[in-house]
């Protein structure tokens, strides 16, 4: 972009342009007002004015004063084509890098051939970038050539970096505090060119040009205290632009490129020669790029521009993923404190920040997070144990508490990640890391359900989300997966850790709360969550837990029983809640499917546990070889089931009455019909007289008050409803 002072000389010879235009149209009208034969006065011709407001207006009705003919104004530079940005923007700076290149190269040559001398390639090395940096001083005021003057100044910093740091870790006759003293030098140069031309371009060029140079000179056996150093001093030159520009493109890539030139060291060399040293001069970075986003709004105590989210966490991440492996081959012992000093350090700034700058509530809150994960972070570092999976349910929670309050979705999609690596780790990977000894009583069992809170707080935190924080979601979806996601966590818990028929319980009872907050809410979320819960919770009855149900079944009325019956009826409850809960009527058929679920279920759990309990003395009597009794015994098993299920399908008919539900009613004469089957077919043929009277005059009865109550209601006309 063009400087703001040639913007402004462009404006200014615009605005003559058109005073002078109009001077000449208000002449021209004058003329035709004294006659065709008078001829305009001339202008008289004199200095151009000094500014654009320099002459004062005219008194009304007064002759307008005569204005020096200005030249036409300047075409607008304007944006650049593709042919403009080929050939002046991006020539230079490949034409700037290459220069780098070449002068590294004649360095490595001359090194290696003994041409010259070190001191005159240093100082040669210097000259050049002297002569650079001052002829891009010298073009900064021509605007014909804004392009090559931001490349040779940030080439000559380049080349002054470049020489600097090949008398240093090279060629070994510069010390190491003048080395970094003169790289200081040259830092405050290129800062202060960057902000006087106002060209992001030239710090750029610079910064590039400094981390090129470690690269270009690489040693076999990188000093590890050098490039440390070397990078302290370099990324210097950000920390003082960013106390009068904002550019976080350039704080981003000074970040990036000092990361890269130290990753491969931490690789190949984890346990530090030096930790001691390693460690300040990494805290050195910390803090400084800690400071980077923050320090011209601290300093002009208002907001310039949004915190750069993605500097913050990867400052962070970074550093304290680079101490951890230090420490780890080092100081086991002061991982946890270190962490805890790093969230005291973040809660510290934070609260001085927001002192500070009171109209930046967002960044403050960033900070804050921070030190949430941190402090969590220290937990199991300290302790051992599953902690680290509520770190990130933390981090989760806190980026999207954070999320409203910014314009970058980084946030988040960050969030999401994080929840999403909590929740992976609660169904995989903790259940095998730290298996529970004591069921329920646990730390992991403890750990987990914070995550479900941590799921639902953050699902009721997403509330506050917008559209362009979730690019092709809606917020109400993405709340609705939130709640759906900590559902699903609380009853695998349910399911997994109690033992006994506790599991069941605690299934119905989740079953039943999501069932009310569903009708409470009418929201998406619960609608899904409910049925997709009754779905396990019929699995864990009617599969998991039949074992306990044979156990059980010598008793007529056990404890599995009574649990079966209790999920049915609370399906029941929670299916009649749905359908008045339901957004649209397709939506409502999700409860009937789940109350006439519960129905059957029902009918199947208590003719299981019939046939059960009847099983369990005709296996007696075998095994006594009493076959009568045994005989008997089936026979009474077949007469119950029959009177079972008449009772059942009169009462289906009864509620299918009272609720005005002609489905209901349809499914009690399906039943009637079944069992009149069963009678007329298996026990007609297979029982004694005896129990065929019980369960004849049961099935006959029993229809015919049926048939008396449908009698009743078709005279009243409710029948049809």
Same mark, same amino acid.
């Given at each position: 972009m063009a400087s703001l002072e040639e913007r402004i000389a462009e404006l200014e010879a615009q605005v003559r342009g058109l005073l002078y235009r109009m001077w000449t149209l208000e002449e021209g009208a004058g003329t035709d007002r004294e006659g065709p034969g008078a001829a305009p006065?001339?202008?008289?011709?004199? !200095?151009?004015?000094? #500014?654009?407001?320099?002459? *004062?207006?005219?008194?009304?009705?007064?002759?307008?004063?005569?204005?020096?003919?200005?030249?036409?104004?300047? *075409?607008?530079?304007?944006?650049?084509?593709?042919?403009?940005?080929?050939?002046?923007?991006?020539?230079?700076?490949?034409? =700037?890098?290459?220069?780098?290149?070449?002068?590294?190269?004649?360095?490595?040559?001359?090194?290696?051939?003994?041409? =010259?001398? *070190?001191?005159?390639?240093?100082? @040669?090395?210097?000259?050049?970038?002297?002569?650079?940096?001052?002829?891009?001083?010298?073009?900064?005021?021509?605007?014909?050539? *804004?392009?090559?003057?931001?490349?040779?100044?940030?080439?000559?910093?380049?080349?002054?970096?470049?020489?600097?740091?090949?008398?240093?870790?090279?060629?070994?006759?510069?010390?190491?505090?003048?080395? /970094?003293?003169? @790289?200081?030098?040259?830092?405050?140069?290129?800062?202060?060119?960057?902000?006087?031309?106002?060209?992001?371009?030239?710090?750029?060029?610079?910064?590039?040009?400094?981390?090129?140079?470690?690269?270009?000179?690489?040693?076999?056996?990188?000093?590890?205290?050098?490039?440390?150093?070397?990078?302290?001093?370099?990324?210097?030159?950000?920390?003082? =632009?960013?106390?009068?520009?904002?550019?976080?493109?350039?704080?981003?890539?000074?970040?990036?490129?000092?990361?890269?030139?130290?990753? $491969?060291?931490?690789?190949? /060399?984890?346990?530090?020669?030096?930790?001691?040293?390693?460690?300040?001069?990494?805290?050195?970075?910390?803090?400084?790029?800690?400071?980077?986003?923050?320090?011209?709004?601290?300093?002009?105590?208002?907001?310039?521009?949004?915190?750069?989210?993605?500097?913050?966490?990867?400052?962070?991440?970074?550093?304290?993923?680079?101490?951890?492996?230090?420490?780890?081959?080092?100081?086991?012992?002061a991982e946890a404190p270190y962490a805890l000093a790093l969230a005291v350090l973040y809660a510290i700034l934070a609260a001085l920040y927001g002192e500070r700058v009171a109209d930046d509530d967002p960044t403050g809150d960033i900070h804050l997070g921070v030190a949430i994960v941190f402090l969590t972070l220290a937990i199991p570092l300290g302790l051992d144990g599953p902690w680290i999976t509520l770190a990130w349910a933390a981090q989760g929670v806190m980026l999207l508490m954070v999320g409203p309050r910014v314009t970058?979705?980084?946030?988040?999609?960050?969030?999401?990640?994080?929840?999403?690596?909590?929740?992976?780790?609660?169904?995989?990977?903790?259940?095998?890391?730290? $298996?529970?000894?004591?069921?329920?009583?646990?730390?992991?069992?403890?750990?987990?359900?914070?995550?479900?809170?941590?799921?639902?707080?953050?699902?009721?935190?997403? #509330?506050?989300?917008? %559209? %362009?924080?979730?690019?092709?979601?809606? !917020?109400?979806?993405?709340?609705?997966?939130?709640? =759906?996601?900590?559902?699903?966590?609380?009853?695998?818990?349910?399911?997994?850790? $109690?033992?006994?028929?506790? $599991?069941? %319980?605690?299934?119905?009872?989740?079953?039943l709360a999501l069932g009310a907050l569903a009708w409470l809410s009418r929201g998406l979320a619960f609608f899904i969550a409910t049925p997709l819960l009754a779905?396990?919770?019929?699995?864990?009855?009617?599969?998991?837990?039949?074992?306990?149900?044979?156990?059980?079944?010598?008793?007529?009325?056990?404890?599995?029983?009574?649990?079966?019956?209790?999920?049915?009826a609370a399906l029941a409850v929670v299916a009649g809640w749905l359908r008045r809960a339901a957004p649209t009527a397709e939506a409502a058929k999700v409860g009937r499917a789940l109350s006439a679920a519960a129905g059957v279920v029902l009918l199947y759990v208590l003719s299981l546990g019939w046939v059960r309990y009847e099983d369990v003395g005709a296996a007696a009597a075998r095994a006594a070889r009493r076959w009568d009794l045994a005989r008997e015994i089936e026979w009474r098993t077949q007469v119950g089931l029959s009177a079972l299920w008449t009772l059942y399908a009169a009462a289906a008919l009864a509620w299918g009455f009272i609720r005005s539900a002609p489905v209901v009613r349809y499914a009690a004469l399906g039943l009637f019909g079944l069992t009149i089957v069963k009678v007329f077919v298996v026990d007609l043929s297979t029982i004694s007289t005896l129990y065929r009277i019980v369960s004849f005059l049961i099935l006959g009865l029993v229809l015919l008050a049926v048939s008396f109550v449908y009698q009743k209601l078709r005279r009243r006309g409710q029948v049809s409803q």
């Open positions: 006065p001339k202008p008289t011709p004199g !200095p151009p004015s000094a #500014g654009v407001f320099a002459r *004062p207006p005219a008194p009304i009705g007064a002759a307008p004063p005569p204005l020096p003919p200005a030249p036409s104004p300047a *075409p607008p530079s304007g944006p650049l084509d593709l042919e403009q940005r080929i050939g002046a923007r991006w020539t230079t700076w490949v034409g =700037i890098i290459a220069i780098l290149f070449a002068v590294s190269f004649f360095l490595r040559w001359a090194f290696e051939n003994n041409l =010259i001398g *070190p001191e005159v390639r240093v100082i @040669m090395g210097l000259l050049a970038g002297v002569v650079l940096l001052a002829g891009g001083l010298l073009l900064h005021r021509r605007e014909d050539l *804004p392009h090559l003057s931001e490349g040779l100044a940030g080439g000559g910093l380049g080349v002054l970096y470049l020489s600097l740091y090949a008398a240093y870790a090279l060629y070994h006759f510069a010390g190491v505090v003048s080395a /970094f003293a003169a @790289m200081f030098v040259v830092t405050v140069a290129g800062a202060a060119v960057a902000v006087a031309t106002s060209r992001q371009i030239t710090a750029v060029l610079t910064l590039l040009g400094g981390l090129l140079t470690p690269v270009l000179l690489a040693q076999e056996r990188p000093n590890e205290r050098a490039l440390l150093g070397y990078l302290v001093v370099l990324d210097l030159l950000v920390l003082s =632009i960013a106390f009068f520009k904002s550019w976080p493109a350039l704080n981003r890539l000074a970040w990036a490129g000092t990361a890269i030139l130290f990753l $491969p060291v931490l690789l190949d /060399f984890p346990a530090a020669p030096h930790p001691p040293t390693r460690l300040v001069l990494l805290s050195a970075l910390f803090l400084l790029f800690l400071a980077v986003p923050l320090v011209r709004e601290w300093t002009e105590r208002r907001r310039w521009v949004e915190i750069d989210l993605a500097l913050v966490v990867a400052n962070g991440a970074g550093y304290f993923w680079a101490v951890y492996v230090t420490l780890e081959r080092w100081w086991l012992a970058t979705p980084v946030a988040v999609w960050g969030g999401l990640a994080g929840l999403l690596l909590a929740t992976f780790r609660v169904l995989v990977v903790d259940p095998s890391w730290h $298996p529970a000894l004591v069921p329920v009583w646990n730390l992991s069992f403890l750990v987990h359900l914070l995550v479900v809170v941590a799921l639902a707080w953050a699902g009721v935190a997403a #509330g506050a989300l917008g %559209r %362009r924080h979730l690019w092709l979601l809606r !917020p109400e979806g993405f709340q609705s997966l939130l709640w =759906i996601l900590s559902s699903v966590v609380l009853g695998v818990l349910f399911w997994r850790e $109690p033992t006994g028929l506790w $599991p069941a %319980r605690l299934l119905i009872a989740e079953v779905g396990v919770l019929l699995a864990r009855l009617l599969i998991h837990d039949d074992h306990l149900a044979r156990a059980a079944a010598a008793s007529l009325v056990n404890g599995p029983l009574v649990t079966r019956v209790a999920g049915c």
